[in-house]
């Protein structure tokens, strides 16, 4: 209102929230909403900011199907071991520094076994350099 963010800006916020919004058929299906972002108890005041009724806010659905076995297998399919047959790329064996670029690129601050069920995502499972 006071003209700090244009009004093409806003429109263009706007739009981009409603395109999805519309792309996944939100206009015309609408999902029963099942949890209640204030609390994480199962039965709460139906509103959270007036006192109403207790009832059931939080159904804990598990959304996440297999989705972690999808994202070992993306992650395993992007991860990337050069092999330098036939001297094909720029390096010698006796570089001092090689670059490993890459939102994982360090090393589990918890050490190489620190998840207990070794699924967690917490850096790059990096080979020591060999002998």
């Known amino acids: 209102m006071n ?10 916020m706007c739009v981009r929230i409603m395109a999805g919004f519309y792309k996944v058929g939100r206009d015309t299906a609408q999902v029963p909403i099942n949890f209640d972002s ?3 108890d199962t039965y709460a005041p139906i509103h959270y900011a007036v006192e109403s009724p207790v009832g059931l806010v939080n159904e804990h659905v598990d959304v996440r199907g297999e989705h972690a076995t999808v994202i070992r ?3 395993r399919a992007s991860a990337v071991l050069l092999k330098n047959t036939n001297n094909a ?3 010698t064996g006796q570089e001092r520094q090689v670059a490993i670029i890459g939102e994982d690129a360090g090393s589990n601050s918890y050490g190489a076994n ?3 069920d070794r699924g967690c995502d917490n850096g790059m499972t990096v ?3 060999g002998p």
């Open 3 to 12: 003209g700090t963010i244009p009004e093409w800006r806003i429109d263009d």
């Open 38 to 40: 204030w609390t994480l």
């Open 73 to 75: 297998e993306i992650g």
């Open 89 to 91: 790329l720029p390096l």
């Open 114 to 116: 620190g998840c207990s």
């Open 127 to 129: 080979p020591s350099p």
